[in-house]
């Protein structure tokens, strides 16, 4: 069993998301690869796929959306999972689904959708971003809840061994 770990991600954080689901699954003994979402230019050598994407503005980010264009007959034909990274603050907000994550559901055949709460850094946004937030009156900080994806990434495990 291979399987594919990738996201897109706009500062790192989502990025940081799809690492830790990686080394989870790793540790339950299953052969992963997670790669930036940039860098796949296929997926016929994986046997599972799980996707990830940031959200802002309620939508995934175009990498990831493209991404399920080009793959999505080859990802309906495997176990695939998908997880959006985007709320922040405490409860994190906002708690609605992203606008396109049932059509990514639907596309991909996914076996699951979950959303994990997101990082807000000013140091890493420009001044447009910085400008939205501020207006927004977003807080910043680091709102991922690292238990919560490595369980997540643990009940993928169990499912693709006992498959």
Request: without cysteine.
């Given at each position: 069993m291979r399987v594919l770990v990738t996201a897109a991600s706009k500062h790192g954080a989502t990025a940081e998301i799809a690492e830790v689901i990686g080394d989870q699954l790793t540790k339950s003994d299953i052969d992963v690869i997670v790669m930036p979402i940039g860098d796949v230019t296929a997926i016929d050598e994986y046997d599972a796929v799980v996707l990830g994407s940031a959200v802002y503005a309620g939508q995934w980010l175009a990498p990831a959306k493209d991404f399920v264009r080009a793959h999505a007959a080859e990802m309906a034909t495997r176990p695939v999972w998908l997880f959006s990274s985007g709320?922040?603050?405490?409860?994190?907000?906002?708690?609605?689904?992203?606008?396109d994550a049932a059509a990514m559901v639907s596309a991909t055949a996914a076996r699951a959708h979950v959303i994990f709460a997101?990082?807000?850094?000013?140091?890493?946004l420009g001044f447009a971003e910085k400008a939205i937030t501020l207006a927004l009156r977003a807080p910043y900080g680091d709102f991922r809840q690292w238990d919560v994806i490595r369980s997540w990434a643990s009940g993928i495990a169990l499912t693709l061994q006992t498959s």
């Open positions: 709320p922040i603050g405490d409860p994190p907000k906002p708690g609605d689904d992203p606008v997101g990082k807000l850094d000013r140091s890493a």
